[in-house]
């Protein structure tokens, strides 16, 4: 409501508002004259509000005029629900929303083994903090009725990372891998189709749905899916699931494939954190290769972090219905990775190249994704590989209970 008018532009000049990060009123910082007492009608008016790196559009209600000032109120409070938001990638999203935007933040998780607790939460700073809540639920099953009552239904992002991920079990136990990462999007998706105010359900998937990457390919968004392994076939499975219901339901969706993340906090079973104890405790490290044991397989590895801001980056700038890889910069063979890790501690690398994929289906030696669609759009990886490497290497020395 204004005193007597709406103000905004005094003669149709134009008129620009820079608006501050806290509180609910902001001052103009134009220098128009304000016509608070003619009953002017104004145009619209735009405000890019900056916060910390998030940049969104608001519509504005001007609260009241006093002559050169114009106050406003903006209501800039989202919610945004991130299943498996305690697992390796779910908590460096969780972190990166915390820190760079105002947004509330509900995380769905069951706490299994590869979500270390509580852990990575407590050591990031964000779970003792009004804006973060955690409920610890199955996602197999509907979200229990209490749970709902709490989050309510004002809810505009869901992004559904929760997943049985690791390969070697996927294969010992499929049908649990069938089980959870098919039926906990399934019930993602049901709840999601029930939210009025959702902009986008932000579905998580792998470079392995594309099967292996022979020769130099690297897979673009809707290549055909071949999927080699149980872990994967559920993956890919439930991509095709979140499709169907974006057509029938007007589920608004959004999906990214993923390459190999690393970063801190990672689990020890994992490549990187796994050298770095091998070669901490001055053991062999088996790198798998080709048959020839000469050529060692390779990745296109990426922090975890650099995921995160495309995440944000894409709930601002992606379009609805569409795919989009999130990739390294770079191509690497895990034997160059592991020399790498060995020389940012200073050590020697002690390894062997084994044939670890002839005689175990289901296991790939190389996977790629073209990550050019999103690099196109003027997405910018924060920190490069090698500088990557070098921070997690020695963020870990630094802190090895997380190679427990």
């Not at 309510?152 to 010992?172: F, L, P, Q, R, W």
Request: aromatic share 10%; with cysteine; net charge neutral.
């Amino acid at each position: 409501m204004v005193d007597n008018a709406t103000a905004d532009v005094a003669n149709n000049r134009s008129h620009s508002v820079v608006v501050g990060l806290s509180g609910n009123y902001f001052p103009c910082a134009c220098q128009c004259v304000c016509p608070h007492s003619r009953g002017w009608t104004s145009p619209p008016v735009t405000v890019i509000v900056i916060r910390h790196t998030v940049y969104e559009y608001f519509s504005l209600s001007i609260y009241r005029c006093l002559k050169n000032t114009i106050y406003i109120s903006i209501d800039m409070s989202k919610t945004v629900i991130v299943t498996g938001g305690c697992g390796f990638i779910g908590h460096h999203v969780v972190e990166h929303i915390y820190n760079n935007t105002d947004w509330d933040i509900i995380i769905l998780d069951k706490l299994s083994y590869a979500s270390k607790g509580l852990d990575r939460l407590r050591d990031t700073g964000t779970l003792n903090n009004s804006r973060v809540k955690l409920f610890t639920c199955d996602l197999i099953l509907p979200l229990p009725d209490g749970v709902l009552s709490e989050i309510g239904s004002s809810v505009n992002y869901i992004i559904h990372m929760a997943a049985e991920t690791h390969v070697d079990n996927s294969i010992k136990n499929p049908k649990e891998f069938l089980i959870n990462n098919i039926g906990s999007t399934f019930n993602m998706l049901e709840w999601a189709r029930t939210l009025p105010d959702l902009d986008t359900f932000f579905y998580f998937s792998t470079d392995e749905v594309f099967g292996p990457a022979l020769g130099d390919k690297l897979f673009k968004e809707w290549d055909t899916h071949r999927p080699t392994n149980p872990y994967s076939a559920s993956k890919s499975a439930a991509e095709q699931m979140c499709i169907a219901y974006e057509n029938t339901y007007k589920v608004p969706l959004m999906i990214v494939n993923v390459m190999n993340a690393f970063g801190e906090r990672q689990h020890v079973e994992k490549f990187i954190p796994l050298c770095i104890d091998k070669i901490l405790k001055s053991e062999k490290i088996f790198i798998h290769s080709y048959p020839d044991k000469k050529t060692s397989g390779t990745r296109f590895y990426i922090h975890a972090r650099n995921i995160a801001a495309a995440v944000l980056f894409l709930i601002n700038k992606g379009k609805l219905g569409e795919k989009y890889n999130i990739s390294g910069e770079k191509e690497v063979s895990n034997l160059d990775m592991a020399q790498m890790i060995a020389k940012a501690m200073g050590k020697t690398l002690d390894y062997e190249m084994v044939d670890f994929h002839s005689d175990r289906p289901g296991h790939d030696l190389r996977y790629g994704l073209d990550g050019t669609k999103l690099f196109d759009m003027g997405f910018k990886l924060p920190v490069d590989f090698e500088k990557s490497i070098e921070k997690t290497v020695k963020w870990t020395l630094e802190n090895k209970k997380w190679l427990c």
